[in-house]
């Protein structure tokens, strides 16, 4: 079945590390979005990609890099620039007709 | 830009009743709307979406949406809820062509 695979599912970060968390696809969907989810606050957009080898930051991209060589992949890297990284990460991939198909997400936590 | 409004950030119903979540949104141009629902330690699902033609949509698991112009809303509803459908629910709007901006989502518990 066509989906889309986050690893991991909970990750731990020292202070002042990077960390990579990797978003894959096999919808052959061109549009991939990372976001970022804390309680009470929905979905905030870090960054998205409409195509490869192009990606435009969203409403939080401080902190936060991403690339997008191939199609299938879109990983994002939590910096130690973004102060307040815990949260939970979702990758999603959007059809032709604007339905977007969401990863099962990655928790983050600070140690 | 547009912009979504969830008007209840929890609503608790006993199981077998019907539910309604509310979801109304703003923009100038015309949009696409959808329900997504999520369960915990989970991503987002797909329930249903309006992209065109007729008013009532229906869903997965029973659900159905309404879309009304006038009042700009695009309420989600359930006649008969099951302890199963705890979960939280987000309303999404993406003016055509652009990105999809989610309200904040509401708590649906079921109570046995």
């Known amino acids: 079945d066509g989906g889309i695979t986050q690893s991991p599912k909970y990750l731990f970060r020292k202070e002042g590390q990077n960390v990579t968390l990797s978003c894959e696809q096999n919808?052959?969907?061109?549009?991939m979005y990372w976001y970022r989810q804390d309680p009470g606050q929905g979905l905030r957009l870090i960054y998205y990609s409409q195509i490869v080898n192009d990606f435009q930051k969203g409403d939080i991209a401080e902190g936060y890099s991403v690339s997008r060589e191939k199609k299938e992949s879109f990983p994002l890297t939590v910096t130690s620039a973004q102060k307040n990284p815990t949260a939970f990460y979702l990758c999603a991939s959007r059809s032709a007709d604007y339905g977007y198909t969401f990863g099962s997400g990655t928790r983050l936590t600070v140690v | 830009a547009q912009s979504v409004t969830q008007l209840d950030s929890q609503v608790p119903v006993f199981e077998e009743a019907p539910v309604e979540l509310r979801c109304n949104y703003s923009?100038?141009?015309?949009?696409?709307l959808f329900w997504y629902v999520q369960y915990p330690n989970q991503g987002l699902q797909l329930l249903l979406k309006?992209?065109?033609?007729?008013?009532l949509v229906k869903g997965i698991n029973g659900f159905e949406a309404e879309f009304n112009k006038s009042q700009t809303s695009f309420h989600l509803r359930k006649p008969s809820v099951h302890i199963s459908d705890t979960a939280e629910y987000f309303c999404a709007v993406s003016p055509r062509r652009q990105k999809v901006t989610f309200g904040i989502g509401t708590k649906l518990q079921v109570i046995p």
């Open positions: 309006y992209l065109s033609g007729s008013t």
């Open positions: 923009s100038s141009v015309s949009v696409y």
């Open positions: 919808l052959n969907h061109d549009a």
